[in-house]
Structure formats: structure tokens, C-alpha cells
């Protein structure tokens, strides 16, 4: 089977959910380096930065630069509307700009521990994980604090895998702050990501309780759960999670995943087809639901959604793939088939499947010669399977090219015994033979 699905694996990080791009729903709990800069109520700033940081907390980047620009006009003297530009300029790319405003808070707060994992935050985006990981030890140094060491922990954890030192970040974070549901998340995170699942599902149910209206920590023990092969506690888990946001995308995705590992189909249909309803324009989405379709023989709605996926994502190497191999298994739009299936190896060179998918699409047209020398080099490839030389020895056979047929089948059985096509790979040997 060359078609290729995009399960998303449990990934562990301070304050943060993954899921497909482009997708709505959760919210991460990430939290602002300025958000609890003392302010005088009186300060005409104040109303102007609050309004900055709750359009920043929505996403609304415009809104929330013009709250803070309007602030730091306000009082040339307060840092946090600087930081808050910072931060904006960051999200939308900007990093020379976000430079200029931490250089300039930094001027008017020299020695603001916030200041200084305003600077972290640059640095990590830059990739400097040295200069990033040395502001925040400057930031606890001038003021003990849980969000440097959450966000030193999430850097060591999503981008050093230094996952036991991020757990003893995290944990001094909930030392400090141990009322905090965004600290007790990023410590159930660290656990998890260390292999303590117990204590991170314990850490999570808690977080749950802190927050009764919040999805995300039912949504990251379902995950756990996944992740450990408990599906009916992962299931439990996402429909607690689905009562309290039926809209939520990413845990439709996640429930619809845990069908799929189970081979139910028809639910991870229904749950995915849910998910597009309210995020119609995710082509990884829609490639999860153009599998579950194929798998459930429902043909014409995979190749729907596949088609679907790829005007969305003209660079979904996967969909075109998929599209390909559901062509040459049905027998129709074969040129097109080869197209697609060229398309995907253009995008992904070193993709052994999808090589395999095109020579088989050659093979299907009746370019047995091109079958051949794509299949060769699909078999030289790093991680080819054993339906790569499976392949090769059926082109071989339709060639005429009895011994090296012997051999490409024998290499399939010795690269995996217990290969699907294992069987008919003996009988083909013995009638070669």
C-alpha cells in the first residue's frame, strides 16, 4: 500500500498544542513575558496596553500594535508597550523591528527581568539558543520568576530535546507559581515528554479542574492516552474535551486519528468530515479524510478530497501521492496518475514511496521499461520497503527478466518476512522457479 496518511504523533512543549497548520481551535497558553509589568491604574497607558494585550491573546497582531504604539506614545517611559511590540513584530516576522523595540525597552528598563526574556524571545526565533538561553538565567538572576523558567523549559524541551533539564525548569516554575494552570500544563508536558506518564496524566487532570471550561488539558491526555495505545481512555478523554467545544477542530482531528488506529473507518470518516466543516480549507486535513474514505472503499469521495487537498496545497506531495495510487488501483485517468505521481517525487526526491507509486503508475500504462528504472531506483533508496523490490520483481516478471525477478522478489521476503503481498510473493518465486 503506497498511500501515506498524516497522523500527528503526541508532541510534548510549554504552553503549546499541535496541531495541522491552519487549523482553529485551543488555546495555547503561551504566555507574554510583559503581561504582569506592574502599571499605575491611573497611567493613561494602562487602559491602551490592556487593550494591546487582550487583541494579542485573540491574534488580532493589527489591533494589538496599535494599542501598544498608542501606549508607549502615552508614556515614552514604560517598557511593557515596547515588549509588546516586540512581541508583535516577532509573530508577524518582522525580527529587525522587534530588535529595535527590545533595544529600546531596554534603554528605558536596563535591569527588567522582562525585559530580558523579551530578549530570549528574539534570540530563540533567531535560533540563538546560547544568547536566548543566557538572557532568561540573566531575567531569573534579577527576578526569580515561573514564565522565564517556563519559557527556558520550552526551549529546552521543542528545540534542544534537553527534556530532563526542561522538566527541572518547569518544575522550579511550578515551585514558584504553583497556582499557575499554565505552569502545572508545561510540568504534565515535561513529564510526559520524560516518560512519567502517571504523573503527567495526574498533572493534566489537574490543570482540567483549574480550568473547567479549557479543552486543551483533555485534549493532551487523550493524546497521552494515543500515544500509550489506551484508546477507549483516549476516547473518554477527546469526548470530554468535544462536550465542552463540539467546534473544536483539532480534537475532532484527534478523535477521528485514534478511529483510524483502530481501523474504524466509517468514525474517522465522520469525525474528519466534522473537522472540514469547520476548517474547509486544510489540505493535511483533508488528505486525513481522503484516507479514512479509501479505507472505507468510499472511492470517489478519497479522490475528492485528495483532489481537494492539492488546489488548496499545490505543494501536498502526500495528496498527489494518494491520487496516483488510487488512480493505478482503479485503473483510470492512468496519464494523469503518472503526472501526479511525477509531481510528488518532485516535491519529495527522496521519497522511496513515492518512486514506487510512479513505477507502478508506468507499469500500469504499459511503460514497463520506465517502470523498471523507476522501481531500481526506488529500491536503492534509503527506507525502501519491501513492496519497493515486491514491485520491481513483478515488472521483472512482465519483462521477461526471469533471474533478476527471483532475486528483486527475495530481497522483498528478506527486507520483511510478514509484508502484505509476503504470500503472493512465495507463490510468484515458486512459479518463477
Known amino acids: 500500500m503506497k498511500m501515506r496518511n498524516l497522523f500527528i504523533p503526541f508532541v510534548v512543549g510549554m504552553g503549546m498544542w499541535i496541531g495541522l497548520p491552519g487549523l482553529a481551535g485551543g488555546t495555547p497558553m503561551t504566555p507574554f513575558p510583559f503581561q504582569k509589568m506592574e502599571i499605575p491604574p491611573e497611567s493613561p497607558a494602562h487602559a491602551e496596553f490592556r487593550k494591546g494585550i487582550a487583541a494579542l491573546v485573540k491574534g488580532e497582531l493589527k489591533t494589538a500594535d496599535q494599542a501598544f504604539r498608542t501606549a508607549a506614545k502615552m508614556d515614552p517611559k514604560l517598557a511593557a508597550p515596547l515588549l509588546g511590540l516586540a512581541d508583535v513584530a516577532l509573530k508577524q516576522g518582522r525580527a529587525t523591528d522587534a530588535k ?67 522538566l527541572e525548569a518547569y518544575e522550579k516554575a511550578v515551585a514558584l507559581a504553583p497556582d499557575s494552570a499554565m505552569a502545572r500544563y508545561s510540568l504534565a508536558s515535561g513529564l510526559a515528554a520524560n516518560g512519567q506518564v502517571a504523573p503527567a496524566l495526574q498533572e493534566f487532570e489537574r490543570v482540567a479542574q483549574m480550568l473547567p471550561s ?59 468530515r466534522e473537522a472540514t466543516k469547520h476548517a474547509p ?64 517525487t518532485h516535491l519529495a526526491p527522496r521519497e522511496a514511496s513515492y518512486f514506487d507509486t510512479l513505477g507502478w503508475a508506468y507499469r500500469a500504462l504499459g511503460n514497463l521499461d520506465k517502470a523498471a528504472e523507476t522501481l531500481r531506483k526506488a529500491a536503492g533508496m534509503k527506507l525502501a520497503k519491501a513492496e519497493v523490490h515486491y514491485h520491481l520483481g513483478i515488472v521483472y516478471t512482465d519483462q521477461g527478466k526471469r533471474s533478476d525477478a527471483v532475486s528483486a522478489l527475495k530481497r522483498a521476503l528478506e527486507a520483511d518476512p510478514g509484508f502484505p503481498q509476503a504470500a503472493d510473493a512465495h507463490k510468484r518465486l515458486k512459479a518463477l522457479k
Open 100 to 166: 529595535k523595540w527590545l533595544a529600546q525597552a531596554s534603554r528605558v528598563e536596563p535591569n527588567s527581568d522582562q525585559t530580558q526574556i523579551g530578549w530570549a524571545r528574539y534570540y530563540r526565533s533567531q535560533k540563538n539558543y546560547a544568547e536566548a538561553e543566557r538572557a532568561l538565567r540573566k531575567a531569573i538572576e534579577l527576578k526569580p520568576n515561573a514564565v522565564a523558567y517556563l519559557e527556558l523549559g520550552d526551549m529546552q524541551l521543542a528545540d534542544l530535546d534537553q527534556r530532563r533539564a526542561a
Open 281 to 344: 480549507d486544510s489540505s493535511p486535513l483533508l488528505i486525513k479524510l481522503g484516507m479514512a474514505n479509501y479505507q472505507s472503499q468510499q472511492w470517489n469521495d478519497a479522490e475528492a478530497a485528495f483532489l481537494k487537498a492539492v488546489q488548496l496545497d499545490p505543494k501536498a506531495a502526500d495528496a498527489y501521492n494518494n491520487l496516483a495510487w488510487l488512480m493505478v488501483e482503479q485503473r483510470r485517468r492512468l496519464t494523469e496518475a503518472v503526472k501526479w505521481a511525477e509531481k510528488a
Open 214 to 272: 479549557d479543552p486543551e488539558p483533555w485534549r493532551s491526555m487523550g493524546r497521552l492516552y494515543t500515544e500509550q495505545h489506551r484508546f477507549d481512555e483516549a476516547i473518554s478523554a477527546f469526548e470530554h474535551g468535544l462536550k465542552l467545544q463540539p467546534k473544536h477542530v483539532p480534537l475532532l482531528v484527534d478523535r477521528g486519528d485514534v478511529a483510524a488506529a483502530q481501523g474504524k473507518w466509517g468514525d474517522a470518516v465522520r469525525y474528519y
